[in-house]
């Protein structure tokens, strides 16, 4: 009798020489036996062996101990999956024939097919063009995407930080297998032209694609897959900018870059900075005190992986600035990598500082050479004999350890022979000073020239030791040892010399010394796969993680020789987010487990060119460029005038055009304008958690929102819209522009052709899939409102929206009157124009009357303007407001979203009542003549036409504010409509206005232009019912408050759907998508109200302003059959919700 067999199950090998032994004793030659099958075939192949084996592991791992009957069952299952094998075989047998087509077919059917996303639709289509590849790239493409996939699958449920950094790699080697074949994908994919598949961007968007796909319903075959994936990676930026001479746009951009500096942002980086060194040092003192055990960094004193700061935040809000500032108070290494073709001149177009072009050669290149050691005995005139070291053998450590270390060396031996501390501070300063002038460009180029050839140098010496894979690995001692010491010993003077130069900066920094800063601007470019190594991708890490490496090797080196501290700086525009922003699982080496995360540094000021802007010479200058491109990030104030819009354009849509399909680009248009804030939210959800962190790292990246905070360990983050004209025009250029396929200028004749809906159409049924249920949660109604304001503006200006882009973007930005704003949200019947017009006039007639005999302005030319294209919110509730802060709001064209907690009113809209054309005096005219001190001459500047005398009689604009009042708003979302009590609280007049600074500093107050609000719009969004007097959806008129007895002039508008209410949605075709928006709002909110804990202190029994009896215990509705025990209310009494319609 045979013995038993006895199988080990938890070892790979013996379970698969089991197998091989069971096949061998049915035919020995059977195992053997090479198979010739097609690439498809081996992809069906594969993918059924995969769907097989995951679907016995799971009923192996969830249904323990087996039963007979599941035995049986996994027995009979085998038998139908060996006969789907034969089937599947015999299909190929049938079509071998045609071995080049590989094409799976898809039969979908119309419903399935439209029950895709917009994206999944394009991949559907896309697809069936496969087979236009060769076999090669075919078999790249499906192999690694086969693996990639499989492993993502069986590892979905791990979130350990090592099956997540496998995932990683894998995704790494399928763009790989993309890079290699990208030409020709590219005649598939025209997008992918513009794509760099090495990016950390590129990694997660895979990564996001990829949970979309294996969460969804819908099954989809490899190729539909592929190409889905494919059509996520995301593209670089299309740049407009152009210029006939390049070395004058490079002299323009030089000369900003070298402007004075404006804000606090580098004094309040090295307050970070020095902050988390106290910290992490105390922490590491702290557990250095609680064990005997040395850490792994041979007692650093640290408690982080390695000193570093990664600077991420939006593009052009000053990053680069800030860190060449760092080097006029501390030492400062700085380098810049753009990337380039091999034969490309760097170019101004790309970026500015132009990137060190060497180091990209450096870290691109395959491979390297240098004459053999004996070919200096070669006979005269022979070429010398070349060693060859191909690239691909040598790991990134050695690669980016002898980066570092040749560059340390080269610069020690610069400083060595320079006479002084100061002296070698001022070559420092030279190396970083980006003036446009050949000499400064030919040091830079020359000293990196020689940085490169000190690298190359210590890979040919340490190439012995570099053996990938060893941990640590054994060449950051030999390449940086010697270096760090030699530019240590150089710089520490310096340190000491600018500690007492700069000692007020430093007394007002609390600290005796800086650290020395090495900066790599543009750092992701370090990250450059050579594709022979592709393969290798599964074990090794790349350039950018291998520099962390490095400087962690150069924290244990400070502990150990008491050497100058280096502290890192990472920043990137580009692709900064998403590569820089991970959780700390994803983050380093094992080691850098243990340790704290390096906070990311995100403050970089805003709005800091402002002082440098003239004074106003009017009202209406509002809406000149020079006006509106002082507000926000200094990109704007340094950009030509000519193509000023188009780059801003293309800043925002990360291309030239707006994709009007794209949901992460419509959701930045209408963030630009309706003040919209990510923060993506867990809530158990990891895919949708993955497509909100991916909108929101490519809105940093690509389209302008500035990311707000980073969480401590990197795992969250949140991103605001704050108020940017300049992003906010060019939003609305885009929206209020023809549709792309419909080319021309749009006169408000055919708003059909308007790009407004399909925006407001991919908004809405796309984007605020991806932002997830709880984007607006509670704001629904609010949100609403601030789309209507925004369209009864855009509609006022529509017809105005002629000539070229610059043209165009100057009307957007010119104020509208209040009437016809009003005109816009409501169709009135002649009693409610009537008020609207008497309020609106009594304060114009008031203004007159103020401004005396010495103005200009007639009483016809007084009119109610408003100015604003865009809305930003208050952190804080208010209990009154500036009429100064509304002319500061109004000059900006921003509207005000009040906090969430604010009560009486949702929103202010600034009013200026006067004449656009009256003209302003500054009391610091001097003062203007030196705020262009940073501008470039002749074209780049049009200061000179700022400086026209001022008229003798005009007014000082502080004085303007007595000029000030505001239009509020309340919406409301409810089935019912509002009551009338509730319509006329006090609160709903707004926040009195305190008087004006100018008539404080006097001591002696005047009277407001208004006590209130000039009107209040109610917004009754959520109820169609009418009023029942009138059978009108709107309404205007005059009352009293019921409270204080204030005076409220007040427009209520019941309803979306009635042509009445918002005429402004039908001008713009948006009627359609705001009800789909109330919809979709309403179906979540109307149950919500019956889900909610009663408030100890506020509730229908207990309010602090309501003169009656605190009713105490829980409240029944009369119509309950049990009341015993109870206070019992009247349905009135329950909430707002159930009030009855009004009655007035």
Known sequence: MTPPVRLSLNNYNSIKQHLNDLIEAQDESISNTPQDMSTNQKTELANAAHYVTLAIRRMLSDTVPLQDAH??????????????????????????????????????????????????????????SFDQLTPEAQNDLTSTFSTMSSFYIAAASETTGSKQKRLERLILVFLDAVEEHQHALAQLFPDLTTVNPTTGECSSNVK??????????????DWERIAYVLLRLPGRDEQPLRADNLG??????????????????????????????????????????????????????????????????????????????????????????????PDERPSVVDGYPLGDTRLYTYFSRSKISRPTPNSASATAGDAPVLDILDLSTVSYDLQVAAFVGGWFQTLATELRFLPDSQAKHKYLQKLNDFDGADSTASTRSKFFMDVVRAAEDLIWRYRPLDQRGSVPSQVFGPCLDSPALALSEQLQPVRQWLAQDKAETYRSLGTHELPVFVAVDECVELIIHNPARRREKESSNDQLESLRRAFNYLLGLESRQKTASFWLVLLSTSTGAATL????????????????????????GFDVLRSEQGPLRSPADVSTLEHVRSYGRPLWSSLHDNSFWEVAQAKLFGKRTVDEASSVVCYNVLASRLALRLVPVHDGDTALFGEQKTLGTQSIDRHMRMLEHVAEDSSSFSINAPSEPVLAVAAALAMLSDSPQLPGISTGQNSTSLAYAKIMKTFTTQSLAALGPHFLKGTGGEFLTRCIMMAACDAVKLPLLQGNLANRASNISRPVEVGAFIHKLAQLDGTSQKAVTERVDAVCSLVHQRLGANSTANKENVQAWLNFSHFDELPEVIADISPDYLWYCWKRGVAIQMAHKQPGIDGIIPVFVGQLSSKFVSDAIQESQARSDGDAPGIWSSSAARMAPFDAGAIHECEVARQMTFIAWESKFRKDALGGEDASKDALTGPPLLPAACDASKGEPSS??????????????????????????????????????????????????????????????????LLALRTGFADVRVYEQYNLNPHPLWNAGAKPDEMKSVVEGPLLLSSWPSLAGSSVISLEQVGSHAEPMDQS
């Open 71 to 128: 035995k049986k069952a996994i027995h009979s299952f085998l038998d139908d999956v060996f006969e789907a094998l034969d089937n599947q075989a015999a299909r190929h047998d049938d079509t071998s024939s045609d071995t080049r087509r590989i094409m799976p077919t898809s039969s979908r059917s119309a419903l399935e097919f439209n029950n895709l996303s917009p994206t999944r639709q394009q991949a559907a289509k896309a697809s069936h």
């Open 208 to 221: 996001d694609a990829l949970e979309h796909l294996y969460k969804s319903e819908i099954t989809s075959p």
């Open 248 to 341: 004058e746009l490079e002299s323009h951009f030089a000369n900003q870059l070298r402007r004075n500096y404006r804000g606090d942002a580098p004094f309040r980086f090295l307050q970070f900075v020095l902050e988390v060194n106290r910290q992490r040092t105390k922490q590491a003192l702290r557990a250095a005190s609680r064990t005997s055990i040395p850490d792994d960094d041979s007692q650093s004193g640290f408690n982080a992986y390695l000193k570093m700061t990664s600077l991420v935040q939006s593009s052009g809000t000053g990053k680069t600035r800030l860190v060449l500032e760092l080097g006029k108070v501390a030492p400062l290494l700085y380098t810049c990598l753009r990337r380039k073709a």
């Open 581 to 604: 922003i991970k959780p700390k699982e994803l983050q380093g080496s094992t080691r850098a487990l243990t340790k704290e995360v390096m906070p990311i540094f995100v403050g970089m």
């Open 1008 to 1073: 407001q232009l208004t006590k209130f609000g000039l009107l209040t719009v109610l917004t009754d969004l959520g109820t169609e019912q009418a009023f029942q007097d009138t059978r009108l959806q709107n309404r205007a008129e005059t009352i009293t408050t019921r409270g204080k007895g204030h005076q409220l002039s007040r427009l209520w508008i019941r309803g979306l759907s009635d042509v009445k209410a918002y005429p402004c949605l039908d001008d713009l075709e948006i009627r359609e998508q």
